[in-house]
């Protein structure tokens, strides 16, 4: 049997692959509904895919799968609850095509460990899961959260997760708001919490917020010949972008022609350039390469217009709370006044400081090494946690050795990977080490 830990978008299309290879599964996840995760978990209609139906298949050689079951056109973008609902069909019909090989734990996983015959999972209800190998399918291992001080988290006033059930409840109609950060997710509350005489406030180090999605001719990736540091890289894509600007008057179309070198990309890169990479690109590059909804956009333009929604190009250097909310002390001297603050900031990078149980064990027990630069795990190229055990990851946990691989046709593409390698070592006479 295989334990999947993880029942979102990756765990769930991991699960699939495996069932379809004969194996059986464990599926262990605390959710009660299979296939929603973090990206997913949203109800809010005007929280769609970044993109579109077309790309978004399960399958990888049946492309219309999901516009398909969805009835939609292939360029439409779908609310990301409709997405959901599709991977928990998707898992439906494959245990359904293998009855008897799914087993569903609703449980939180909290520590695993290597046992004489693959590995022993642990359970916070206190009881375990034993199995061949394991796949974790986790997602981002939490936000960042530098920003915040430590008299902060306990108060109404302040959120630390604007994706956990029930979080923006306590939100005050009567109040404004602040976001820290200006991605994706701030995107979608802005939408989410507009209300006549509120102002929603977005505050990041760069103001950047996503750039639209627009139609774009197919152009094919650049050569990477030459290619050996980060000043090298840099000069490739502003000449491939100056092409791409002259042959279809876009950018978007070099962009996206990245998509299939950018590992190739990052792994060109010394760490030194790696880390200058994240200090001094990483914020044009996730506003280029992960781009919001036209429909989106258009309401964004249309809130920043009437002053509902604004933006703040600062650091927050200090949160101070009130009885009844809060003050951010921001970086150019100002200071904002509301009734909650949400932490909007994405992505933890570092693993090392991941707080979740699991995780931490995982690399204080040396079944695990953190990946380039503490991004994600260390990883083999079929993604098998490199170690001793029968450990395998796909999405943002390898991120130090693909750097793009939390968007749904990259983890599409890693769940048939995964579940190859896993069912291939697993049912073999002996289990390598890595």
């Given at each position: ?194 209300r006549p005489g509120r102002v929603v406030h977005a505050v990041s180090r760069t103001g ?227």
């Amino acid at each position: 049997m295989i334990a999947v830990i993880g029942a979102g978008a990756a765990g769930v299309t991991t699960a699939a692959r495996l069932l379809e290879r004969g194996a059986s599964v464990c599926l262990v996840d605390p959710a009660e509904e299979r296939g929603r995760g973090v990206a997913y978990r949203t109800d809010d209609p005007r929280h769609l895919l970044n993109v579109p139906a077309g790309k978004m298949s399960a399958l990888q050689d049946d492309p219309g799968d999901f516009a398909r079951w969805a009835g939609v056109a292939v360029t439409e973008f779908v609310p990301r609850r409709v997405f959901g609902a599709y991977l928990a069909a998707h898992l439906d019909g494959a245990s359904a095509r293998n009855p008897g090989r799914l087993r569903v734990v609703r449980d939180r996983a909290t520590r695993l460990e290597r046992s004489r015959d693959g590995v022993r999972i642990s359970l916070a209800a206190g009881d375990f899961v034993t199995a061949d190998a394991a796949v974790l399918a986790i997602g981002a291992v939490g936000d960042r959260d530098d920003w915040v001080p430590t008299d902060t988290p306990d108060s109404a006033a302040f959120v630390p997760d604007p994706w956990a059930p029930g979080a923006l409840t306590g939100v005050r109609d009567d109040r404004d708001v602040v976001l820290v950060g200006t991605g994706l997710t701030a995107v979608d509350l802005a939408m989410t919490l507009n209300r006549p005489g509120r102002v929603v406030h977005a505050v990041s180090r760069t103001g950047l917020l996503p750039r639209r999605h627009r139609p774009a001719e197919p152009m094919r990736p650049p050569e990477l010949t030459g290619c050996t540091g980060l000043d090298d890289v840099r000069r490739l894509v502003s000449a491939h972008v100056r092409e791409s600007v002259r042959r279809h008057g876009d950018w978007r179309p070099a962009v996206d022609s990245l998509r299939p070198v950018t590992a190739r990309l990052w792994d060109l890169l010394p760490l030194r350039d790696r880390s200058r990479f994240l200090a001094e690109d990483l914020r044009s590059w996730e506003v280029h390469r992960h781009r919001m909804p036209s429909t989106t956009a258009r309401t964004l333009i249309r809130l920043r217009r009437n002053g509902t929604l604004r933006t703040h190009r600062t650091g927050v250097t200090a949160v101070r709370m009130l009885p009844d909310g809060v003050v951010l002390h921001l970086g150019n001297g100002t200071e904002l006044t509301a009734g909650t603050v949400i932490n909007c900031t994405g992505l933890r990078h570092d693993v090392r400081r991941c707080p979740d149980p699991l995780v931490a064990g995982l690399l204080a027990d040396g079944i695990a090494a953190p990946g380039p630069l503490g991004l994600g795990f260390d990883t083999l190229p079929d993604g098998r946690v490199r170690g001793d055990a029968p450990l395998w990851t796909l999405g943002a946990l390898r991120r130090g050795n693909l750097w793009e691989t939390t968007a749904y046709p990259e983890i599409r593409a890693q769940a048939a990977d995964v579940a190859r390698s896993v069912t291939t070592t697993a049912w073999s006479s002996e289990v390598p080490s890595c």
